[in-house]
């Protein structure tokens, strides 16, 4: 909590500095205290039934949530994918951990086939990302059955990301060699790339403070181009663009954060490593697109860390 609050408090300084708008930081920060807060109630009462209504909770705003189903938006240059993909990633992740907290070989297995239904709703939904996610998320469930130490599998969860952040911060910086960098940005697309690299451009010229939260978009001529959606679709470059190092540094601390609660956390190997893989897939999503900007998702991400950290009532023990 008193990581989430330096979070809350850096953008009210950035602001103050810059005469910025933090309103959209100070919205995320609440959404993933509140999930924390709600998850690890639930989760306590409810640890099965708990993170399987949020699964099907979250596939359902996937789906037919005005904001985030296909329609014109997300049809856009960058549009709104992100946020679908990362709620079927979450989502995917939720069900997993339903079921490694479900006692009986059935409910297991009923929860896995939601969970590899929830995968496949995002290629129904012409979601390549949000399919691919809940796969991984899915086969990482599965392997992690055969960790015994949790410690390995968070290091290389957390190795995943970085790489993840930083790929895209070299595409940026145009520092990638050059056929892997143009086979990127031809599949990424050139308004996404153009973004990030007035991102980078706009972080160098004050790395301390930023250009002050919520000023991308005014700032950026690429940006204003979409009016409805003038984001970096990089939530690190964006933080680098409107609160500087400190901003980029806070993100990556809270990541770390959530790993080390699940680290130490007493549930189960399997359910914890499970809850990794979906916030790590969440941070790759967020690493090359919005999926932060949506109060839904960063909402789901404090639930899920809530729920795999959650200590039932009933007790599941601490194996693994």
Known sequence: MILLGGCAAWSLITAAAHDGRPEGVLLAVLAVAAGWAAGRVSGALFPVAAPCAGAVGAVGLA??????????????PAGHAGATAALLGLATGAACCAAWAAR????????RLLAAGIAMTGALLGS???CAAGTAVLLCSLAAGAMPHRGLGMA???LAAALAAGTVWALAADALPHGLGEALAGRL???RVALWREALRLSGRDGGLGAGPGRF???SGTAAAVPSDATAHSAPLQLAAEEGVVGVLLLAAAYGWALHALWRGPRATPLVLTAGAALTALAA???AGNALSFTPVTAGAGL???WATARPWAGDGTEG
């Open 63 to 76: 789906v037919f949530s005005p904001g985030l189903s296909p329609g014109p938006l997300a049809a856009g």
């Open 128 to 130: 390549v990302t949000g």
């Open 304 to 306: 899920l860390a809530g």
């Open 217 to 219: 978009g005014e700032l």
């Open 285 to 287: 999503i967020a690493a």
């Open 156 to 158: 290389g969860l957390a």
């Open 189 to 191: 697309g050139p308004h």
């Open 104 to 111: 009986g070989p059935a409910a297991r297995l009923a929860l």
